[in-house]
C-alpha cells in the first residue's frame, strides 16, 4: 500500500504541474464546452470554459505507469527468476485497463473534437442553436466503438486472463460464469463508461465520485494481494485529484467525454480484475443513481405522453432545480459516494 500511495502522490504533482499551460493552449485554440439549452440556468455562464480535460488526467497516468514498467525490466534484468511472476502480474494488472483507458480515451476525444469542429462550421453559417447544443458522434456509432472495445477488453480478461468468476458476499469462492462472463464483462464496461459520462455535469462531481471508487477498487485490489492493481487505481487517483484542482467550483476545466468515457470503462474494468464487479452498483452508486434517473425518465415521459419524472435529468439537476447549490449537490453525492464505497469494501471483506 505504502508504494501506491506514493505513486498517487507523485501522479497528482506530475498532473497539476501542467495543468496551466494545458488551460491555456485550449483557450487559445477555442475548445470550449457549450451549454443545454434546457440546462439550469445558471449554468449559461460556464459557456466557453474550457473542455477535453481529460486529457491531464490519461497523460500523467500513461507516464507514470510506463516508467514504472520500465523501471519493473530493470528489476528484472537483475532477477530474472522474477520474470513469469512478475509478468503475470503486470499483464492482469496494468496493461489492459491502461489500454482500455486509452482506448475509451481517444473515442471520446474524438467525439469532443467532433462537436468543436459541427459547432464552428454551424457557427460560421449563422445557425445560432449551433452555440448551446452539444454534437459530437452519432450515438449509434459512439455505442458501436464502446461495444467493440468493450468485447476485446472481455475477450482478454476471459481467454488470456482466465478471469471468468463474480465474488458474491458471505461465499468465499468465486462463481464461474463460464462464457457468459463475456457479455457480463461487455455490459460492465459499456455501462460503466456511459454511467460517468451522465454523471458529468457539475463542477468536481464526476471527478470527486470517480476518485471515492477508485480508491475503494485500490484498497480491494491491495487486500485481494494485487499490489499492481492498486498501485494503477491509486495512480489513477492522483490524476483525478490534480484535475479537481482546475475542476472545483467555478471550475476552469471540464473533464470532456475524453475523460468521462475513459475514466468509467476503465473502472469496469479494475472491477472486473477484482472479481467484486457484482458491488460496482454499489460502490459507484452516484453513476447508477444518475443513469437510472435518465433511463426512468425518458421512459415516464413516453409513457404518459410528455409528462416527467424528475424536473431535469440527470440526477443532480434535478435537485438542482429544487432549490440546491451547486456546490451542495457535488458535496452531498460526494458523501454518498463515500459512504457507498466504504460499505462496498466492507461487503468484498465478507
Not at 140 to 164: D, E, M, P, S, T
Not at 178 to 188: D, L, M, Q, V
Not at 290 to 299: K, L
Request: aromatic fraction near 10%.
Amino acid at each position: 500500500m505504502a508504494p501506491s500511495l506514493a505513486v498517487g502522490s507523485l501522479t497528482f504533482l506530475f498532473a497539476i504541474l501542467w495543468g496551466g499551460p494545458l488551460i491555456k493552449y485550449l483557450r487559445g485554440h477555442g475548445i470550449g464546452e457549450q451549454i443545454r439549452i434546457d440546462g439550469p440556468r445558471s449554468h449559461k455562464v460556464k459557456t466557453g470554459t474550457p473542455t477535453m480535460g481529460g486529457i491531464m488526467i490519461i497523460g500523467p497516468i500513461v507516464t507514470i505507469t510506463l516508467l514504472l514498467l520500465l523501471a519493473d525490466r530493470a528489476v528484472l534484468s537483475l532477477a530474472p527468476e522474477l520474470l513469469s511472476d512478475l509478468e503475470r502480474l503486470i499483464g492482469r494488472s496494468i496493461l489492459l485497463p491502461l489500454g482500455i483507458l486509452v482506448a475509451y480515451g481517444t473515442l471520446g476525444g474524438l467525439d469532443d473534437l467532433a462537436g468543436i469542429v459541427r459547432r464552428r462550421q454551424a457557427l460560421q453559417a449563422k445557425a445560432e442553436s449551433a452555440l448551446v447544443e452539444k454534437t459530437g458522434f452519432v450515438a449509434r456509432l459512439k455505442f458501436a466503438w464502446q461495444a467493440a472495445i468493450a468485447a476485446v477488453a472481455a475477450f482478454i480478461l476471459y481467454h488470456l486472463l482466465g478471469l471468468r468468476g463474480v465474488g458474491v458476499p458471505t461465499i468465499p469462492r468465486f462463481i464461474d460464469l463460464g462464457f457468459w462472463y463475456i457479455p457480463a464483462a461487455i455490459f460492465i464496461i459499456v455501462g460503466s463508461s456511459n454511467a460517468i459520462n451522465l454523471t458529468d455535469g457539475l463542477d468536481g462531481l464526476a471527478g470527486g465520485t470517480s476518485a471515492i471508487a477508485f480508491v475503494a477498487y485500490g484498497i480491494i485490489a491491495y487486500l485481494q494481494g494485487q499490489a499492481y492493481l492498486a498501485l494503477f487505481c491509486f495512480t489513477v487517483v492522483g490524476a483525478v485529484l490534480a484535475f479537481l484542482w482546475f475542476n472545483a467550483y467555478p471550475a476552469q476545466l471540464f473533464m470532456g467525454d475524453v475523460g468521462s468515457l475513459a475514466l468509467g470503462a476503465t473502472l469496469g474494468v479494475v472491477a472486473l480484475m477484482t472479481g467484486q464487479w457484482l458491488l460496482l452498483p454499489i460502490v459507484a452508486i452516484v453513476f447508477v443513481a444518475e443513469t437510472m434517473s435518465v433511463i426512468m425518465q425518458v421512459a415516464y415521459f413516453k409513457l404518459t405522453k410528455g409528462r416527467r419524472l424528475f424536473k431535469m435529468s440527470p440526477l443532480h439537476h434535478h435537485f438542482e432545480l429544487l432549490g440546491w447549490s451547486e456546490v451542495q449537490v457535488v458535496q452531498r453525492f460526494w458523501l454518498v459516494a463515500m459512504l457507498a464505497a466504504m460499505l462496498g469494501i466492507a461487503l468484498a471483506l465478507i
